[in-house]
C-alpha cells in the first residue's frame, strides 16, 4: 500500500496487472500514459500511478534546457513549453527561468519508433532549420507543428510528428479502428508502407453508408477512367451500357457514327494517340467515329445521358452541351481548368458547369494517397489541397477528421504516364517518400519540389516532373485540340494546338507562344492566340462556329 500526495484521500495498491479489461488501457493520471503491467491502483477512485510516477525524480538535467529542473509534485494545467498542448498532469519546472514542461515530455526517449514508418525518429527541441522554408504538416494529424514546440522526425524523410500524435494512437470521431493490422499495410510508389484498412468515413453527408456502398466506390488515381464512367453509369446512374452497339448517333452530329479499331486508325494516321471528343481521355481500343466531322467518342462516352442530376444543384437537372466555338474556352466549377468541348451545365442559372469526368465523379471515393475514403463538399473555406498546396474554394474531397483535402484537379491527375525525356513510365508519387535524402527538382522547370507535393517519379532515373510541367496535365488537360478555325482572309485552314514553336509569336499581338494555346497554320507558320481570335470574335466579325469572317489587327 502507498499513500502518495497525488491522491491523499485513499491508500494505493500495488497491482501486477491492468485492473481494466483488455480492451481498455490503463492510463497512469500524473502523466496519462498507457501502463499495462506493475500500477498503483485504486479501487474506490479509478485512479492510477505508474511506477515511474509514483516515485519521481525530484531534479532533473535535462538537454533542452540550461538550467536544472524541479519537479513539482502537486497536478496542475499549463500550456507545455515543449508539446504545446495544456493538460492536467506533473510538471517539471525551472526556478531560475519561465520554462516549465509536462513530466511525460521530459522523460520521451531522444529516439523512438512509430508504425509505419520504417525508420526510427529522432526527438528534436525545435523545428529543425533546414526544413523550416517549407510549410511541412504532421504526418499523422496533418496539422501545423509550430517551429518553436518538441518534435519527432526522420531527415531523410521529412517525416515530422507532434509529440502528442507520437505518443497517442489517434482515434477518428467517426468511427474507431480506422488504422488497420500490420498485414493490410500498403506501399506507395517510393517503397513507403501507410497503415490502414480501406475503412469508410461517413463525413458531410447522412446517406447511408453500407458494405455495397464501399464496392462501389470509384477507385482513384486511374489511367483508365473510361472504365470509371462506365461504372458510374451503371451503378449510380442506374443505366444500361452497351458494349458494343450497333447503331451510334450523338446529339451534336447527324451522322451515323461507325466503330473502329483506333490502333490501326493511329497507324495509319502516324498519331501519337487520338482522344475522345467527350471526356478527353485517350482512346485505347473501339470507339466510334464519324469521318465527316472528324468526330471520335468512347464507346461509354457515346451513351451518356443527355441531363444529369448533380448532388451540388438539386433544383435543376444539368443538361449535356457542347462548345460550338472552336475558340471558345469555358472554366468550370468544380476543377476550374478550361474546357472548350463536352459539358454539362445549368441553363436555368448558369452558375453550374461541369467538365464530364467532374459531373460524373460521386460523393464518396477512395484514393490511394489516403488511408479513408474522401467525401465531397463543395465549399473549400481556404482549405490547402495536400496534392498542390493551393487554396481550396469551391468544390474539393475531404477526409475530415484527418484534415486531408484534394481538390478536383488533383484527385483526377492519372495513375502514370509517359514523357519524351524518360523512357520509363512514370507514377504518380504521394508523400512522405522513403529512402530520398536529397531534394526534389523538377526536370522541366528546374525548381524544386516541395517535399510534401505530389509528383511523377522515375526511380530508375531519379527524375522528378510536376504535374503542371507535363504536357497534357496542365490547365489545357480537358482541352480539345486538333479543332480547325478558318481565319479572315488568311488562305490556310488554322489548327488549336497545345502550344507555339521555340521562339514563335503571334502574328496579331506579338506575344510569345511557345507554352501557350494557339492555332497555327502548319503551311506557313503563322500563329494567331485565343486572345486575338476572340477580340476579333467578339466584334462581330463570326460567319459560323469555326469561320473568323475578317480579320483586323
Known sequence: MLHHPLHLDH???????????????????????????????????????????????????????????????????????????????????????????????????????????????????CFPIEYRRYEIPCDICFKKIPFQNWLYYCGPCRYFVHLKCMTNDRILPSRRGMHGPKGNQRKNSFGFYRCGTKQKTRLLTNASFNKEDEEDLVQLPTNDFVQE??????????LEIVRVPKKVQVSCCQHTLAIVDIQKLIKSRNVERITCNRCIEPVVSLCCQCTRCNYFVHLTCAQLPEELQHPSHEKHKLKLAFVSYVWGMIKRSACNLDCNGYLFKCDTCRLYTFDVKCALLPSTIDHKAHEHSLVQTYRGDGNKCNSCGNVVRSFLYACEPCGFYLNYECA?????????????????????????????????????????????????????????????????????????LEFGRHPHPLKLVREGEYRSTCDSCHERMYGNRVFKCETCQFYICIKCVARVADSGKVAGPAKISEWCV
Open 11 to 125: 491508500p494505493l495498491k500495488l497491482l501486477p496487472n491492468s485492473p481494466y479489461p483488455k480492451d481498455r488501457s490503463c492510463l497512469c493520471d500524473a502523466c496519462r500514459q498507457p501502463w499495462n503491467s506493475f500500477v498503483y491502483h485504486c479501487y474506490r477512485c479509478n485512479f492510477d500511478l505508474d511506477i515511474l510516477c509514483a516515485f519521481p525524480q525530484g531534479k532533473l538535467e535535462h538537454p533542452s534546457h540550461e538550467h536544472l529542473l524541479t519537479l513539482v509534485q502537486r497536478i496542475a494545467s499549463f500550456a507545455c513549453d515543449a508539446c504545446g498542448t495544456k493538460e492536467e498532469q506533473q510538471s517539471y519546472i525551472c526556478t531560475a527561468c519561465t520554462f516549465w514542461i509536462h513530466r511525460s515530455c521530459a522523460l520521451l526517449p531522444t529516439i523512438n519508433h512509430r508504425k509505419p514508418h520504417q525508420h526510427p525518429l529522432s526527438l528534436a527541441y
Open 412 to 484: 483526377l491527375l492519372p495513375e502514370s504516364v509517359n514523357h519524351r525525356w524518360d523512357k520509363h513510365t512514370l507514377p504518380l508519387s504521394f508523400p512522405p517518400f522513403s529512402d530520398r535524402p536529397d531534394e526534389f527538382y523538377c526536370e522541366i522547370c528546374e525548381e524544386e519540389i516541395h517535399p510534401r507535393r505530389w509528383h511523377y517519379h522515375c526511380r530508375e532515373c531519379d527524375q522528378s516532373f510536376h504535374p503542371r510541367c507535363i504536357p497534357g496535365l496542365g490547365v489545357t488537360r480537358n482541352c480539345n485540340f486538333g479543332r480547325i
Open 229 to 238: 464512367i462506365r461504372h458510374i453509369l451503371e451503378k449510380k446512374q442506374g
